[in-house]
Structure formats: structure tokens, C-alpha cells
């Protein structure tokens, strides 16, 4: 989907922990949820699972 994909991105450039050195460790930790919310998003079959089972159903 175009518009997980545009979101995606412009997450993933707003927290990449390149661009916080003073904060690295919350930076790190926010790239790592936006990455694996793509992945589930990006994935028909993972999405139907947290669309039914939520967090648990793709874990």
C-alpha cells in the first residue's frame, strides 16, 4: 500500500537514530516500532492477523 509505504518512510527518516546522537537510545527504540509496524502493515497476511488478534496475533 502507497500510503503505509509514504509513512513508512517519513517515520523512519524522522527517528533513524543517525539524526538523534544525543538521544540515540529512544531513537533506537522508535526506529525499531516504526519498523515493525511496516512489516506488519506491509504483510497481507500479518495485517489480517493483528487486525483480528491484535499485537498478540503477529507476535
Known amino acids: 500500500n502507497r500510503e503505509v509505504k509514504k509513512a513508512y518512510h517519513k517515520m523512519a527518516l524522522k527517528w533513524h537514530p543517525d539524526r538523534h546522537p544525543s538521544n540515540k537510545e529512544l531513537a ?3 526506529f525499531k516500532e516504526i519498523q515493525e509496524a ?4 506491509s ?3 500479518k495485517r489480517d492477523a493483528y487486525d483480528a488478534y491484535g499485537e498478540g496475533g503477529v507476535k
Not at 511496516?38 to 502493515?41: G, Q, S, T
Open 38 to 41: 511496516y512489516d506488519v502493515l
Open 43 to 45: 504483510d497481507p497476511a
Open 28 to 30: 533506537d527504540k522508535k
